[in-house]
């Protein structure tokens, strides 16, 4: 792969809306990223395996819990300076975000917000150091957009809990130490339970012959008769509203990380064009091409725009769902049709690990996929703007 030659588009000067702290933590991961993801990433990705040596450096950045507070082993920051890490990770890659994004969001924030304090005491340290790893089980085989239909289920045996069934399509799940799982109780109540690798009955087969994400481990979580101790259900929260719950801060990382992975699509197929010759000029002096990065540079403006407002309004405890939904959405499918443009930018070149955007551009058919379809936060923003739910 090429030398990372990246430089962040900021066309409306958002750098003016941050303070010195975010922009301190997100060239941080700037300079993390361009040293030790760009220079591995390709390959990683070629052979389909997750850079597990990435882990140190991401508990370094503050990726793991950035918002997590400092006496559980978090960052502590808040809610921008953790849109602005995903970002710069997303710029990497798509699926090194989403082991930091499972991490923080949906295994440390769950744990913190629903846990006990023998719990939070016991797995968030770690967690924020990378000492351990964890996944979340929410998609079924037969229950992806309809979580709330799951099958996996826990009986109270009286000094455990015995727990049967499957998750698909988990990240992170082949090299987990922990997984959050969410299983129905006899009664079909939603909850959720920390279950831990080497519990006998506990399986993690990995998925195979991805084309997206392929530097990022999924794999499925199988549970035959698993004895789960008591004291590992998260109490504080039950129902399909708790890993809702997980899921908005998540999508609200994604928001951000698209933009990311965007901005790199976007400033690769600049530079391409001005150094590409065709009919004896640079390929940026052809107004068609400079029609596509236009348009790419004002999307990833306005979905920069959307995504430091509604970290303002996380910061200020009062983002919605439906507009967390809505920047997840927005910002998904813009960096989607900007990774299309920008490979069509570089013609033959974009379709080669000589550069990232084909890599880009295949992670994001799994970004604009999971944490909700696409189509699924439509019928979120339309139920929330009509009062009439559209999904049955
Ligand atoms: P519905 O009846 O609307 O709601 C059930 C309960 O949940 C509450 N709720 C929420 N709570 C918190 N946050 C949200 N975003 C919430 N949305 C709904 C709701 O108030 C209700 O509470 P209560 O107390 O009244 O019971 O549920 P529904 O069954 O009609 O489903 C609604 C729908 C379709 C929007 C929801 O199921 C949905 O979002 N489906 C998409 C599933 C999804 O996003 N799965 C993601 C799996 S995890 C993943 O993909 C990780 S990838 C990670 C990576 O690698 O980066
Ligand atoms: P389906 O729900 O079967 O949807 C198929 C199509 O039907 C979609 O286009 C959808 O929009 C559409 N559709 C469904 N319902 C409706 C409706 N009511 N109205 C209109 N259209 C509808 N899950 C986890 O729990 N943890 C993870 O860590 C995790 N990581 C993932 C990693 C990868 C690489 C991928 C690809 C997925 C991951 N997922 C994870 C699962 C992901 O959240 C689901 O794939 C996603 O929620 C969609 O579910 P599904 O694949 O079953 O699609």
Known sequence: MKADQFQAPDYYNLDE?????????????REWVKREVSPIIEEAAQKAEFPKQLI???????????YIPEEYGGAGLDQISYGLIMQEIERGDSGVRSTASVQSSLVMYPIFKYGTEEQKKKYLPKLASG??????????????????????????????YLLNGA??????????????????????????????????????????????LRASATGELVFNNVKVPKENLMPEKSGLGAPLGCLDSARYGIAWGAIGAAMDCYDTALRYAKEREQFGK??????????????????????QLLAWRLGVMRNEGTATSAQISMAKRNNVAMAINIAREARQILGGMGITGEYSIMRHSMNLESVITYEGTHDIHLLITGLDITGIPAFQ
């Open 167 to 212: 998750k698909m399509w988990i990240s992170n799940a082949t090299f987990a130490d922990i997984a959050i799982v969410w299983a129905k109780d006899e009664e079909g109540r939603i909850h959720g339970l920390i279950v831990e690798r080497g519990m006998e009955g506990f399986t993690t087969p990995e998925t195979h012959n991805k084309w997206s």
């Open 56 to 66: 140190k450096g991401l508990a370094e950045i503050g990726a793991f819990g950035p």
């Open 17 to 29: 809306l941050l303070s010195d702290e975010h922009k301190m933590v997100r060239d941080a991961a």
């Open 131 to 160: 000492e351990m790893m964890g996944c979340f089980g929410l998609t079924e085989p037969d229950h992806g957009s309809n979580p709330g239909g799951m099958t996996t289920n826990f009986k109270d045996k009286g000094d455990y």
């Open 282 to 303: 640079p390929i940026a002096s052809f107004q068609l091409q400079q029609k596509k990065l236009a348009e790419m540079i004002t999307e990833i403006t306005k979905a």
